[in-house]
């Protein structure tokens, strides 16, 4: 190939080869996007739900913290958690 004179299974080699690293790299971003939409996104969005409905149940209008309401609060246990393992939020 190098000198102009490759022969018709070098050519195919190198074809095949480029083909499957294409296909390769588009299997693997379709696998990081499918991860994002039906994992990442929906384990986020019940995180911020809940701390939404953290400040909205536990806060009065004047922003003091309500003790009596945080431990009655139903997602109490998945708010303190998220802390931990959610480093993003």
Request: proline share 1%.
């Amino acid at each position: 190939i190098i000198n102009g004179h490759g022969t018709s299974d070098s050519k195919f080699r190198f074809a095949f080869t480029m083909f499957v690293l294409v296909l390769n790299l588009i299997i693997q971003g379709m696998l990081l996007l499918w991860i994002k939409i039906y994992v990442m996104d929906p384990s986020m969005r019940a995180v911020q739900d809940n701390y939404a409905s953290f400040h909205r149940d536990i806060f009065d209008e004047q922003g003091n913290l309500d003790l009596a309401a945080f431990n009655d609060f139903d997602g109490k246990g998945e708010l303190c958690q998220s802390a931990l393992s959610n480093t993003g939020f």
